[in-house]
Nanobody, 117 residues
Framework: QVQLVESGGGLVQPGGSLRLSCTAS????????MAWYRQVLGKRELVAAI??????NYDDSVQGRFTISRDKDKNTVYLQMNSLKPEDTAVYYC????????????WGQGTQVTVSS
């Protein structure tokens, strides 16, 4: 079993920044792909993902504004979110999977991000 705990969400004004963190425990996930998803009105979409070797993948809507990174020693993945827009408002979830094509095996509990003036 893997436990994922997210933190860093909150309320921010448009144009502002937030950094989300997700720390894994229970099993070694250093070889896994780590990903951030967001959910609005029941629809969950991939935001960004990063492999063990540092390869990244971003949704077009966040490309150039969000940066995913990971610290293997801390079993933590980050999502730096800049130039936030109201449409970025969502619950953000951390997940992990073994390959790019496999489904996410474990999920965090989610953290709310609200972008509003």
């Amino acid at each position: 079993q893997v436990q994922l705990v997210e933190s860093g969400g909150g309320l921010v004004q448009p144009g502002g920044s937030l950094r989300l963190s997700c720390t894994a425990s229970g099993r070694d996930v250093s070889g896994n792909i780590m990903a951030w998803y967001r959910q609005v009105l029941g629809k969950r979409e991939l935001v960004a993902a990063i492999s063990s070797g540092g390869r990244t993948n971003y949704d077009d809507s966040v490309q150039g504004r969000f940066t995913i990174s990971r610290d293997k020693d801390k079993n933590t993945v980050y999502l730096q979110m800049n130039s936030l827009k109201p449409e970025d408002t969502a619950v953000y979830y951390c997940s992990t999977r073994t390959t790019w094509s496999s489904p996410s095996a474990y999920w965090g509990q989610g953290t709310q991000v609200t972008v509003s003036s």
